[in-house]
């Protein structure tokens, strides 16, 4: 069965249930000809030549009509009968073979056009950008800070039983600062129930409701542009790579205090974690450990070198802005592009503080040599070759030019990297996110397939069925409702057993999904899908349906015959 066969039959049914609900008896059999479309011309007409994919493609569908009589046996067979139908309409969508490597892993994705014949200058962070790390980094993050919070703030040694696990939090939650508690929030501002953790353990729906008075969490408690709160110690926000450990060890030691039955304030605890994570990055601990064994941190499997020279070769001009010192980055790029990596860029400044970088005009550059010591002269020039440190985006513009969206700059944190250029300054940006890979692998397995078109199925029976209010009929929505909510947490724990997908909770856009579709043009796994196009490229948004076009697009499902958008939309979104 294909979408367009799946679509004609649900507009059937709706159109039944409009008349059932107006007292009006539905007219006999079917009501559209599957091989004929509110397109215009059939599908066969179309494409006359086009072989159907499966036997349930040349059915002609009789939609069974309503029963118009108050008998409750009656009535649940009909729905019985209406679910099974559209259960086996959504196994008949999936088939081994469709659905594998329907989503490419390697693909950059639009949330605003971008033609790459318009881009003359490319920009790039360094961290998780030009760099990517293997696990051990944040093993060693984790680490080093636990060591400090017991040596130096004299925490409990027993914390040393606890091991950074890389599986138990992800990128864009927030945490409850007064609170301590760690969360996924919505890009309407609601907490998903089922992602609340107290330390390592989940907190019931019940308790988050009561503490929160509901789900909602007002705005003036959520966090900034920087993943900053605005009024106090409330939400802060996790938004780059580097914080997963943070996060982990928080919550690690609010766990460890928890059931050793220690009194504490999780304010302090939170101040505290904080700054020992700011101290391994501050007192060069990462930058030394990274720079003394640069094969056991430092990835060799992405493209950078390639991809440089493949921009340099077609004539572009490169620059690097980042918050790292020159020694560390100039270890990690010889490691990667070579010696002479220095040669692809026009403009190198390290140390830039960002985001303070984009927003405060009072910082002067100031040159450095290969050994981090500062010059004095006043800089009137930004000249290849030379290294820069500090200074601010306001006279980087003005020494060099480089306005408007003729600049395409890289990074991998959205509020620090890539907010201020898109609301300011003009500059086209990419999100580089590592775990769409990943998330994208999964989507493409047949069972996140058949689970997301099963729930999407089930949802839209729920949503014409409802119109029943008979006792029986209410009895037999409540098993659907009860089937729909083991779907959505399937949909959940098959990305992360605590809190699932970064992008999605269950409907809607998490908050960082939220956050990257409005300060990324565009988005990808890694630098390294640059080298899937060619450099004239033009990156179009999906015109994916706002809630009142989705039934218009589904009657358009057949403009495209030879193509699933049912599938790829919902494979898209969940």
């Known amino acids: 069965m294909t979408p367009r066969a799946l679509a004609a039959r649900l507009r059937d049914s709706a159109f039944r249930e409009l008349l059932r609900c107006r007292g009006e008896p539905p007219p006999p059999g079917r009501l559209l000809s599957r091989s004929r479309s509110l397109c215009g011309a059939s599908w066969q007409q179309q494409s006359p030549g086009r072989r159907t994919v499966a036997a349930a493609e040349r059915r002609e569908w009789a939609q069974p009509a309503a029963p118009y009589t108050s008998s409750p046996g009656n009535m649940k067979s009909y729905l019985w009968e209406m ?33 790459l014949s318009d881009i003359e200058i490319y920009g790039f962070d360094y961290d998780y950008t030009l760099a990517f790390y293997s696990s051990n980094l944040h093993t060693l993050i984790f680490n080093a800070a636990r060591e400090i919070l017991i040596q130096q703030h004299n925490y409990p040694e027993d914390l040393r039983n606890y091991d950074y696990n890389p599986n138990f939090v992800i990128r864009g939650l927030h945490y409850d600062v007064q609170k301590g508690l760690v969360m996924k929030i919505d890009a309407f501002h609601y907490i998903q129930l089922g992602t609340i953790y107290r330390g390592l353990s989940p907190v019931p729906d019940e308790q988050v409701i009561e503490m929160y008075e509901g789900t909602h969490v007002p705005l003036e408690h959520m966090s900034d542009f920087y993943g900053k709160s605005s009024h106090g110690f409330t939400m802060k926000q996790f938004m780059d790579i580097f914080s997963l450990p943070e996060l982990t060890l928080l919550s690690c030691v609010n766990d460890y205090f928890i059931r050793q039955n220690i009194d504490f304030e999780p304010v302090y605890l939170y101040k505290d974690v904080k700054e020992v994570i700011r101290d391994v990055h501050v007192k060069g601990i990462l930058y030394g450990a990274v720079e003394q064994d640069i094969e056991k941190y430092v990835s060799h499997e992405e493209q950078t070198s390639t991809v440089l020279g493949r921009l340099i070769d077609s004539g572009k001009k490169l620059f690097l802005i980042t918050n790292s010192p020159f020694s560390f980055v100039d270890k990690g790029m010889q490691y990667m592009v070579g010696q002479d990596w220095r040669d692809l860029f026009d403009i190198i400044i390290v140390q830039a503080e960002k985001p303070a970088f984009f927003n405060d005009n009072r910082r002067p550059f100031r040159t450095a040599n290969q050994r981090d010591k500062l010059h004095w002269d006043k800089i009137s020039k930004l000249e290849k070759g030379q290294i820069y440190k500090q200074g601010n985006l306001y006279e980087f513009l003005k020494l060099t ?174």
Request: proline fraction near 4%; charged fraction near 25%.
């Open 83 to 115: 679910y099974n139908e559209t259960k086996k309409v959504s196994e008949e969508l999936i088939f081994p073979g469709r659905i594998q490597n329907f989503l490419n892993p390697d693909g950059i994705f639009a949330n605003n056009e971008v033609c």
């Open 401 to 574: 030019g480089w306005t408007g969206s003729k600049v395409l700059y890289f990074g991998d944190h959205i509020y620090s990297d890539l907010a201020d250029l898109t609301l300011k300054h003009g500059w086209r940006t990419g999100a580089i996110i590592p775990e769409l890979r990943s998330e994208i692998k999964t989507m493409n397995t047949e069972q996140y397939s058949q689970v997301v078109v099963w729930l999407q199925g089930l949802t839209g029976l729920l949503e014409r069925m409802q119109v029943y209010e008979d006792a029986e009929s209410r009895m037999v929505l409540q098993e659907w409702i009860k089937e729909r909510n083991e779907l959505r947490e399937m949909t959940k724990t098959i990305f992360n057993p605590q809190f699932g997908s970064i992008f999605r909770t269950h409907h809607n856009p998490t908050y960082f999904s939220r956050r990257l579709s409005r300060f990324a043009d565009i988005y990808m796994a890694s630098l390294s899908c640059i080298l899937n196009y060619n450099l004239h490229n033009t990156f179009y948004p999906r015109r994916t349906p706002l809630q009142h076009e989705a039934s218009l697009w589904s009657d358009q499902i057949c403009a495209s015959p030879s193509k699933y958008p049912y599938i790829e939309g919902e494979a898209r979104i969940k």
